[in-house]
């Protein structure tokens, strides 16, 4: 299970993820959509670990990526 917890990320002063919340069960497809600019692929790197966050928590399976 992927989880995240009101997940927020800047770039300098502007917010690009606000208070981001999901779960994702084992074998669950979810689609992320949303107009240009609008945090999508932030979202997929934060959760893949090659962008990292300053607030909130995602666990995978239990495991804590990152402890803000």
């Excluded at 992927?2 to 300098?12: A, M, P, T």
């Excluded at 790197?45 to 995602?58: D, H, R, S, V, Y």
Aim: net charge neutral; charged share 20%; hydrophobic share 35%.
């Amino acid at each position: 299970m992927i989880e995240l917890k009101n997940v927020s990320k800047w770039y300098g002063p502007v917010q690009v993820l606000n208070e981001c919340s999901a779960s994702i069960r084992k074998g669950e497809v979810v689609v992320v959509c949303g107009p240009s600019g609008s945090g999508k692929s932030t979202l997929i790197k934060t959760i893949n670990a090659l962008e990292p966050f300053q607030k909130g928590e995602i666990t995978v399976d239990g495991i804590a990526l990152h402890d803000p």
